[in-house]
């Protein structure tokens, strides 16, 4: 059982390319999230979505794009980027989306823009 | 808004040692609360969960009580062993209609167990 994966796992960009982050679970869960991790702090929400076709911004959504064609995949797009995007990004499934959900997270993007 | 405030890392402590991570919340209505670990290189994964006040969250010797009247949900373990390093981070999550239950989370807490 796969649960949920992400790939690439490290990426190196220079400022103004795009590229696009990939993640895909096998749970059959609904709910799908993309946080980013900045060092010594906790993980922020960018994107997310409850279901095939429905996505909404969360805390720091400026500068990505996702779409959510399949229950499967949820793909992050970077347009242009920029050294502020330089993070760790992870993926993350859930359930119910529930209050008491557990979410399960990929192993994560290492990204840096240079 | 809600949030989570985690004590700062990182931590170090010996083999054997007892380990408290003080986690303290603010938030609105009845919040889920979660302690998620971080290996090395690794994604986060759920330690423990708490849903509702006086709920005591236990898993792999690590346990956390839901406090509402402090808003605390400190982790506890009696005896840490090496394989314990790791990052820490105490998070709260609410279902809001429609919207999925997503997760605030706290900045981490950094613990290194030495032998």
């Known amino acids: 059982n796969a649960g949920v994966t992400q790939t690439p796992k490290f990426r190196i960009l220079k400022i103004g390319q795009s590229m696009t982050l990939q993640c895909t679970q096998d749970m059959n869960h609904n709910y799908m999230y993309w946080y980013r991790q900045d060092p010594g702090m906790g993980l922020k929400l960018i994107y997310y979505?409850?279901?095939?076709?429905?996505?909404d911004k969360g805390e720091v959504p400026n500068g990505y794009n996702v779409s959510r064609s399949t229950t499967e995949d949820f793909p992050l797009r970077l347009e242009l980027a920029a050294p502020s995007q330089t993070s760790v990004y992870f993926c993350?499934?859930?359930?119910?989306?529930?209050?008491?959900?557990?979410?399960?997270f990929g192993a994560g993007t290492r990204l840096s823009v240079l | 808004g809600d949030s989570v405030t985690q004590m700062e890392g990182p931590v170090t402590l010996s083999e054997e040692a007892f380990l408290t991570i003080n986690c303290t919340y603010t938030a609105t209505g009845y919040p889920s609360l979660f302690w998620y670990v971080q290996y090395p290189g690794e994604g986060l994964q759920l330690l423990l969960k708490?849903?509702?006040?006086?709920d005591k969250g236990s898993n792999k010797g690590f346990e956390a009580t839901y406090r509402k009247e402090t808003t605390s949900f400190h982790l506890e373990k009696g005896s840490v062993q090496v394989s314990d390093s790791a990052v820490y981070f105490c998070?709260?999550?609410?279902?809001?209609?429609?919207?999925?239950?997503?997760?605030?989370f706290g900045q981490g807490t950094e613990l290194s167990v030495k032998p």
């Open positions: 993350a499934s859930s359930y119910q989306g529930s209050g008491g959900d557990i979410q399960y």
């Open positions: 979505s409850v279901g095939a076709g429905i996505t």
């Open positions: 998070a709260l999550s609410k279902r809001t209609y429609n919207q999925g239950g997503k997760l605030i």
């Open positions: 708490a849903t509702k006040a006086d």
